[in-house]
């Protein structure tokens, strides 16, 4: 644990405060109550950031699961210890999207999904107007589905592609059941096939291309990006990294894509990212790979729910979470093993709302 410790010294040197001193104390004694009355469970690693500072940083040891891999027994979690993202890495294949946009490595939004793959010659009535918007927002309209069957499943759709011969035929090749924009699917293909275009743009794989443009600029640690058996890259859930490292991107996603003078990451495509496309459910919107919701905090009046503001997302199996609140300039990483239990995620709802958005006065 550290308080008031610069997490990004290049983005603004601060020292400890009062505030922060208080702030951390609060989010502690709230953890541990929470972890002792079993209201939280199987935390690996939790990183609170404020105004470019560490406010918190806790360790546990928990059994661990590496996607591509499996069981890795019990792990003692620490600052240098990599973890599985799981589907936050959808978030990042966005980012990365957008860097590639800059370059000209990859077509814009607007550009038709199919054209993008000629090598495919899949083009027709049904699929022609999916554009690479649709895959981004995750709306193309085609049948897939992934949430109503466990990933053991052989017939959930990213197991299926996992399986198939050419995992991007398989995904182009969906047969149309909406009409593209018009609603949400959450769709790990989606994110398979705007990664093959980074590396068909680029020339280098997704961890190669986001270990030079963005995890290296932001001196990050080691990180990996698991692959399937025949080499293919599993760009919808394959990340891995510290959870310190997953908070540096929550900071610079604060700071619009910037980070030590330099404009790692277009301020237009955080823009794009973190802007509402399509709702999700009750609760959550959708950007480019992101979720966005609101959220409440402080002590209401009456019936009032407190201050709400909007919250950014990225969220992953098993429990590992990225949120980010502009409006507090504050990010919250943490990572679990909660894997393959239906109740997930309630331990990283708790740390939010009862832990840390407690906390702050």
């Known amino acids: 644990m550290a308080m008031g410790t610069p997490i990004l010294p290049v983005l603004g040197q601060r020292s400890s405060t009062d505030t922060s001193d208080k702030f951390a104390s609060d989010v502690i004694r709230k953890l541990d109550q929470a972890m002792a009355e079993r209201r939280i ?6 990183v609170v950031v404020q105004n470019d500072n560490l406010i918190v940083e806790r360790y546990f040891e928990g059994q661990d699961h590496e996607r591509g891999v499996g069981d890795i027994g019990t792990v003692k979690f620490d600052a240098n210890t990599i973890h599985d993202l799981r589907s936050c890495s959808k978030s990042i294949v966005a980012l990365l999207y957008g860097i590639a946009l800059q370059f000209g490595k990859v077509p814009a939004p607007e550009v038709s999904l199919i054209s993008a793959f000629p ?32 990933y053991e499943d052989t017939r959930n759709s ?7 011969p050419d995992r991007y035929r398989y995904i182009l090749e969906r047969p149309a059941i909406d009409t593209p924009g018009m609603h949400w699917t959450y769709c790990g293909g989606a994110t398979a096939l705007l990664a093959r275009l980074i590396s068909k743009g680029s020339g280098k794989s997704p961890h190669e291309f986001a270990r030079e443009f963005l995890f290296e600029p932001l ?35 604060l700071h619009g894509g910037r980070h030590d003078d330099r404009q790692i990451v277009p301020a237009e495509w955080i823009r794009r990212c973190t802007t509402p496309t399509v709702s999700c ?33 990225a969220q992953g199996e098993g429990g590992q979470r990225l949120y980010i609140i502009p409006a507090l300039q504050l990010v919250i990483a943490l990572t679990s093993g909660n894997y393959g239990t239906d109740d997930q995620g309630v331990p990283p709802t708790r740390i939010l709302r009862e832990v840390v958005l407690a906390s702050i006065s």
């Open 41 to 46: 469970w199987n935390l690996h690693g939790l």
């Open 119 to 150: 090598e495919y010659d899949l083009a027709n009535e049904q699929r022609s107007p999916i554009t690479i918007h649709h895959a981004l927002s995750m709306t193309m309209g085609t049948d897939w589905d992934e949430t109503s069957l466990p």
């Open 158 to 164: 990213e197991i299926a592609m996992d399986s198939a």
């Open 219 to 253: 001196g990050m640690g080691p990180t990996k990006w698991a692959t399937t058996q025949d080499g293919e890259p599993i760009a919808a859930s394959g990340a891995r990294m510290s959870v310190r490292d997953l908070a540096k991107i929550g900071t610079l996603m």
């Open 281 to 313: 459910d009750e609760l959550r919107r959708y950007g480019y790979q992101w979720f966005l919701l609101d959220v409440s905090f402080g002590k209401p009046k009456g019936w009032a729910v407190g201050r709400l503001e909007r919250m950014c997302m």
